[in-house]
C-alpha cells in the first residue's frame, strides 16, 4: 500500500537478471556459481512504473539499452562498473530513457590494486565515465573499498586523491572497509 512507503513516490525495485554477468572480481561471493540469466522485462515490471530502482549486481551495456528502451517512460537507477564502453553517447542516450542515477563499483582507483581485485576497470576509464556521466546529466554514487589485501597506504591514500580530482563529477560517496567472506 502507497500509505507504507517513507518516500514521496512508489519506488518499484527490480531485478532483470538472476546474477552477475561479468562474475570476476575476487571480493564477491554474490551467486557465483549460477548460471547467467535475463529474465524477460516485462516479467519484472511494467514499463508504466514511474520510478524504478534496479537492484541487478551488474548490467551490461546490450541489456542495459534493453532496459532503458522498455523504461522510457520512467525515472530509474541502477549499478553498473564504470568501463570504457559507457562513453558519451551511450550515457545520453541512458539519461534520456530516465537513468537518473547510477551506483558505480569503482572500488579502488590504484590500478595495481584493480587488477588484484580482477575488476575489470582502470583508473583513467573510471575518470572519463563519471566526466561523462555527470555531463549527461546522471548524479554518481561512488563505492570505494579500502582496506583490500596488500592494499598499501600510498594506494589507498591514491584513491583519497582520485576522489578529490573528481570531486566535481561524484554526488555521494559510499565507503566500504574490505572484510573477507567465505567463497570469495
Known amino acids: 500500500p502507497s500509505e507504507d512507503y517513507f518516500s514521496p513516490e512508489q519506488v518499484v525495485l527490480a531485478r532483470t537478471t538472476n546474477t552477475c554477468y561479468y562474475k570476476k572480481c575476487t571480493f564477491c561471493t554474490h551467486f557465483s556459481s549460477m548460471d547467467y540469466y535475463e529474465f524477460p522485462l516485462e516479467k519484472v515490471v511494467s514499463s508504466k512504473t514511474k520510478y524504478v530502482l534496479l537492484t ?31 562513453d558519451e553517447e551511450t ?14 563499483g569503482v572500488e579502488s582507483a590504484s590500478n595495481r590494486v584493480l587488477l588484484k581485485m580482477k575488476k575489470g576497470t582502470i583508473k583513467t576509464d573510471i575518470s572519463t565515465v563519471l566526466r561523462a556521466s555527470h555531463e549527461a546529466g ?47
Request: proline share 2%; aromatic share 12%.
Open 56 to 86: 541487478d549486481d551488474m548490467i551490461h551495456k546490450k541489456r542495459l539499452l534493453e532496459i532503458a528502451s522498455f523504461l522510457k517512460d520512467s525515472k530509474w537507477l541502477c549499478q553498473l562498473k564504470p568501463t570504457s564502453e559507457y
Open 91 to 104: 550515457l545520453k542516450t541512458l539519461y534520456d530513457s530516465g537513468l537518473r542515477v547510477v551506483l558505480w
Open 138 to 184: 546522471i548524479k554518481n554514487v561512488v563505492y570505494i573499498m579500502f582496506g583490500f589485501p596488500t592494499e598499501t597506504k600510498e594506494e589507498l591514500l591514491e584513491s583519497i586523491e582520485f576522489l578529490k580530482e573528481n570531486t566535481k563529477y561524484i554526488d555521494l560517496v559510499n565507503i566500504s572497509i574490505f572484510g573477507l567472506q567465505k567463497g570469495s
